[in-house]
């Protein structure tokens, strides 16, 4: 049997069988409309709460700052026009950044087509926003400060504490994407001073479309979806309770012996830089050296295409991408390479290898064997290559 590899766990992960356990009565056995008031109902009722528990519990909030969705986008979504709707007598000006996921992008985009203006920050090299530009951001109209934890292509970390310190001054809100961040990195949300952080259950080995809001208590956000009045009047609909069910299992587990699985997957990281770096000339890692999440590699091999070299890895059984999952397919490079200063060409030549709690070395090993075989048969057929080799 050929073994498969697989190594975009920043795209999604698997579910995991205890979280698959726990979902599957939910389904079939216990399929009560959590707002109906017979037992079956009751059931899925309390089941729902036990999981809002546990996820306010990750991140010490209170349970009745949890809100369900139907994912991370959702959530993006959420915050940032349910905070502009609902405060544009104070303001009409939101500062974001330029490497934010596209939920939040395009969001902000929508808005400003609605008459609110938004900033921008530029990132530096490492993808690390610039807190001096961020206070000269600020004007009396600024309503809300959108920062993602955790960069979903190069997984560097911002600087959160700071930020939600300097949002707290203001008295701006401050949301965060900690999509990718969540279960892997210890949040507290008293601690950051986050008033609104989004999350999503399938990049922790949860199921997929089902993700909160938290939302601080005191916070003036409007709904987006009307109907019934689930989730506290701020959230319509007859709640996702198999997703909800295994969001709680899976925030769960993510936040059992944390330290250890970070060490190993840093460790695990590490090795497969050093590795692609030992076989491999002309790469450059890209997002932070240290301050970068756990399991994120991110290089750029030049002369070649990033493209080819995925569909060269998938041949050989292994699964990679090549910036975002929902940019890869198209051909204008990634907005966050672009957005750390690379070239067009470079950036085209990126590949995201994002390893997670199944990953081993052994397969770390064989992926930066295959790679450099790949990026050196590719390289063969470029003309590019072989002139810099040449002039050498
Ligand atoms: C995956 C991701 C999202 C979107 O979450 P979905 O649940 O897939 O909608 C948003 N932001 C970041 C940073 C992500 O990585």
């Not at 497969?272 to 770096?277: D, G, S």
């Not at 994120?296 to 990679?320: R, T, W």
Request: glycine share 8%; hydrophobic share 40%; with cysteine.
């Amino acid at each position: 049997m050929k073994k498969y590899i697989y190594m975009d766990n920043a795209a999604t992960t698997p579910v995991k069988q205890e979280v698959l356990d726990e979902m599957l009565p939910y389904f079939n056995v216990n399929y009560g409309n959590p707002s109906s008031i017979y037992t079956l109902g009751s059931k899925s009722k309390n089941a729902i709460s036990i999981a809002r528990e546990k996820i306010a519990k990750a991140i010490n909030a209170d349970a009745r700052e949890i809100f369900f969705t139907a994912g991370g986008s959702e959530a993006d979504n959420w915050a940032i026009k349910g905070i502009a709707y609902a405060n544009k007598n104070k303001g009409n000006h939101i500062i974001t950044s330029k490497i934010e996921h596209h939920a939040v992008l395009h969001t902000c985009q929508y808005l400003e087509k609605q008459g609110f203006r938004v900033t921008y920050l530029d990132v530096d090299q490492y993808g690390l926003i610039d807190l001096e530009q961020l206070k000269e951001a600020i004007t009396d109209d600024t309503i809300l400060i959108s920062i993602m934890f955790a960069n979903n292509e190069i997984g560097t970390i911002q600087p959160i504490k700071e930020i939600g310190e300097i949002a707290k001054e203001k008295g701006i809100y401050f949301h965060t994407d900690a999509v990718q961040a969540i279960g892997h990195i210890k949040i507290d949300v008293d601690e950051l001073n986050i008033d609104l952080l989004s999350m999503s259950a399938h990049k922790f080995y949860g199921p997929k479309g089902i993700g909160a809001l938290y939302v601080r208590r005191g916070v003036k956000i409007d709904s987006l979806i009307a109907g019934g009045g689930q989730e506290r009047n701020k959230r319509a609909g007859t709640e996702n309770v198999p997703g909800i069910v295994g969001m709680g299992k899976a925030i769960e587990l993510a936040y059992e012996n944390l330290e250890e699985k970070n060490a190993k997957l840093i460790k695990l990281r590490d090795r497969l830089i050093e590795k692609i770096f030992e076989k491999i000339d002309y790469v450059r890692l890209n997002g932070h050296p240290t301050n970068r999440l756990p399991g994120n590699v991110n290089v750029c091999f030049e002369f070649i295409e990033g493209e080819s070299i995925l569909l060269s890895l998938d041949m050989v059984g292994i699964a990679a991408s090549s910036g975002s999952a929902c940019t890869s397919g198209s051909l204008e490079p990634s907005h966050v390479l672009l957005a750390i200063g690379l070239s067009h060409e470079i950036a085209h030549g990126s590949v995201r290898l994002t390893l997670g709690d199944f990953n081993t070395e052994e397969e770390v090993d064989y992926v930066a064997e295959k790679l450099a075989e790949i990026v050196s048969r590719l390289r063969s057929m470029s003309p590019l290559y072989e002139k810099i080799k040449e002039e050498k």
